[in-house]
């Protein structure tokens, strides 16, 4: 047994000192692992990593926020490849603006920092279609994440674009580059059941394909128990202190999400987790030997256009992160994590150094102990108990360890942190006026009753909204003509429509009859209301509006939209009359949007009507258009959406998001930080609008007449729109 290990120690001596030399020889270096960590430089790492999504902010946003993650005692900056981002089309990419992939990742090295590229290129995220383009949805035979050529040949075509770009940039650690860790695929272990043999053989053979791209990096795959060799799997989740790889002699223990908030849905509370919790996971990780922990989000940022996905994720992608929508730090969130990752980072060497012994203090009471000759010795003290605190005692001292908490000490003496005591730091959220007027707004209708006259497309029954409009608009007229004789006509007539969703505005004759909403519990929409018919042709206008396509889920790319019905009248004649199966015409988008209002140079194509003349409030499918100065000062700006009812915003033409002001429902209590969380345990908003404010970059804005559009869906007071600053 000694000569055994004597000579692993041999050889992992011979290995690191011949990756040192290697490094030193050709300035180029590997990035390899073994059990206890990543070995970058040949030196063993215990490393802090957080995500922040390149297009959820700008690029003028980006290094002082990589910045920030830097001060902030991150090492490592992990981002998603967004593929319907870079391949709107196919064959047809951008890598410019949010979409400047080389930049971001050429900045995190300018910040001194590395780089975890998950390319995926499925990432879920909350993003639309899980990052998957629409159109790879109408490729002929395909179907997604599963053993099928098409598929396989697509995301084989993607990926190794996105590696080559990398690698003709030298940013791969392996050239001198930042990049020290690729992800494939995305918690297609959650989803391997539903596809079975040919799911199996399709995540080895996304294995197989990623790691012959020879990046010099390792390969991760999340919430993959089944990953082969070499790739590492990794967790994902609130708490990861059970996991562990499924190699544990060879593999490192890698927590690729800790959540640090969580995403909201229109017309559901904001979550929170309490910094002293997540801290408590991080630390829990960290004593039961991971060695690699990757915050989601570190920043979340914003769904700039209509990039979120799930359906109904807000515009906001906040996520409760140490670094909020706008780029500012939250407080005490931020300063806590910085103080445990230097606890940590001063216990590194004797964690990366010895396997963590575990004792016993009592039944709720641990200590995990990392100590050996090369690396002394440091040690964690646990209380799990979630109300009371306690003393325990630890070679020969005395330690209070608040409730549901951890004490670090890097000395196995000395407390560095603990995971419950909080520094004074706290921040609070002011929303301050700025001196942008009064905005002057002129209108413009949607005019309904054109819709469809000149429609070339018409069909018997209804279809799938996304095979209609291939995701290019949110909007999709589903309009019909009906015959009423007079006879038929008595009391008063109804409709009901059932859609598969998202959001329904339903049209008699021209007008209103009412809408109707899914949400993130159930997206499916039953209307039902009186339909205004007369004796006579009737028109029939259905407004279907996706609000962000589905993001995850096995065949998630088969999940309908739109009205597929039935539609059927009521108290007509002597019952009712389906309506679903007789000849339909369709028209994508609006008309503003065919003529391009929202732009600088497509705005003046119509005729804009003062809004005076008219009264503003409460006016369906009506877009708005008014100019403004740049505010002054600095601070980050946001438009205050809360008199609207639903739509989307644009500012000089780039948009801003879809808004929409539906009020939180759940249950927002008082939130005590010990104790498992999750999601629903610690929410605001109740009561109020999910999302009333909206991110508008400054990058975004001129100095002066700059325009902003907003498109109102329900109907809403424009006049009490206001463009406001954080502080
Ligand atoms: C994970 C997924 C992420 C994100 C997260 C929730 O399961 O990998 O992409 O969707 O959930 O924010």
């Known amino acids: 047994m000694a000569a055994s290990s004597g000579s692993k120690w041999l050889y992992l001596l011979l290995c690191t000192s011949l990756v040192l030399l290697l490094c030193i020889e050709f300035t180029e270096c590997i990035v390899t692992y073994d059990k206890k960590s990543l070995i970058i430089n040949g030196q063993r790492r215990i490393l802090f990593s957080g995500s922040i999504h390149y297009p959820r902010s700008t690029p003028q946003m980006w290094e002082d926020l990589i910045q920030k993650a830097k001060d902030g005692g991150l090492d490592v900056i992990d981002t998603y490849v967004f593929w319907n981002g870079h391949e709107p089309s196919p064959g047809i990419y951008n890598f410019e603006g949010r979409y400047d992939l080389v930049k971001f990742v050429k900045l995190v090295q300018k910040v001194g920092m590395y780089m975890h590229l998950r390319i995926g290129p499925f990432v879920c995220a909350e993003w639309n279609f899980g990052g998957l383009p629409v159109w790879l949805k109408y490729v ?22 996105i590696v080559e770009m990398m690698k003709n940039e030298k940013l791969f650690e392996s050239q001198g580059g930042p990049i020290i860790l690729s992800q494939i695929e995305n918690e297609y272990g959650a989803d391997t059941k539903a596809y079975g043999a040919a799911g199996h053989a399709y995540m080895t053979w996304a294995a197989k394909m990623a790691v012959g791209l020879n990046t010099g990096v390792p390969w991760v795959m999340c919430k993959q128990d089944d990953a082969p060799d070499p790739i590492i799997n990794t967790c994902n989740g609130f708490y990861c202190d059970y996991f562990s790889p499924n190699n544990k002699e060879t593999k490192p223990t890698m927590w690729t999400e800790a959540w640090t908030g969580w995403f909201s849905d229109f017309g559901g509370p904001l979550p929170h987790r309490p910094f002293q919790d997540l801290a ?57 994590l910085k103080e445990l990752h230097k606890a940590v980072k001063l216990s590194e060497r004797a964690i990366v150094s010895a396997d963590p012994t575990f004792i016993s203090l009592g039944s709720y009471e641990q200590a995990h102990v990392f100590s050996s000759k090369a690396g002394g010795c440091a040690a964690f003290l646990a209380n799990y108990h979630i109300n009371s605190s306690t003393t325990v005692r630890f070679r020969n001292n005395r330690y209070d360890l608040p409730p549901w908490s951890i004490t670090i000490l890097p000395d196995c003496k000395t407390v560095a ?311």
């Open 140 to 161: 002929p035979g395909i179907s997604f994440r599963t053993d099928n050529e098409p598929f396989k040949m697509a995301m084989q075509k993607f990926t190794t674009k």
């Open 280 to 336: 408590f996971a991080v630390a829990r990780f960290i004593q039961k030997g991971g060695s690699f922990t990757n915050y989601y989000m570190y920043h979340g940022g914003t769904n700039f256009g209509r990039t979120a996905g799930g359906p109904f994720i807000t515009t906001s992608y906040d996520y409760d992160a140490p670094i909020d929508e706008y780029g500012l730090v939250r407080q005490p969130k931020y300063d806590h």
């Open 417 to 727: 942190f603990n995971t419950a005591q909080v520094g004074s730091k706290t921040s609070a959220v002011n929303w301050l006026p700025t001196n942008v007027n009064k905005l002057v707004w002129q209108t413009f209708n949607e005019d309904v009753a054109s819709v469809d006259s000149d429609s070339r497309m018409a069909v018997s029954g209804l279809l799938d909204q996304l095979s209609v409009t291939r995701d290019a608009s949110d909007y999709l007229w589903y309009s019909t003509g009906v015959v009423i004789n007079p006879s038929e006509l008595h009391g008063v007539p109804s409709l009901t429509v059932e859609s598969e969703g998202h959001a329904l505005h339903v049209f008699v004759n021209g007008e209103l009859a009412g809408s109707a909403f899914g949400n993130g519990e159930n997206k499916k929409i039953k209307f039902t209301g009186n339909a205004n018919l007369q004796a006579g042709m009737n028109k029939i206008q259905l407004l279907s509006v996706t609000v962000g396509l589905q993001n995850n889920g096995p065949r998630f790319e088969l999940s309908k939209t739109g009205v597929l019905g039935p539609v059927v009248l009521h108290g007509v004649g002597r019952g009712s009359r389906d309506i679903t199966h007789q000849k339909w015409s369709y028209q994508v988008g609006l008309k503003g949007e065919s003529k391009n209002l929202a732009s600088p140079t497509g705005v003046s194509s119509v005729d804009w009507i003062e809004s005076s003349l008219l009264g503003l409030t409460n006016r369906p499918l009506t877009w708005y258009k008014a100019y403004f100065n740049a505010p002054e000062g600095v601070e980050p700006l946001a438009i205050d959406m809360k008199s609207m009812g639903k739509g989307q915003v644009w500012i000089n033409g780039e948009s801003i998001g879809r808004y929409w002001t539906v009020h939180a429902k759940g249950s927002c209590t008082d939130c005590n930080y010990a104790g498992t969380f999750r999601p629903a345990k610690c929410q605001s908003q109740c009561g109020r609008p999910t999302q009333r404010w909206y991110h508008v970059p400054r990058s975004w804005l001129k100095p002066t007449q700059n325009l902003i559009v907003v498109f109102e869906e329900i109907g809403g007071d424009a006049s009490a729109i206001s463009i406001m600053k954080r502080s």
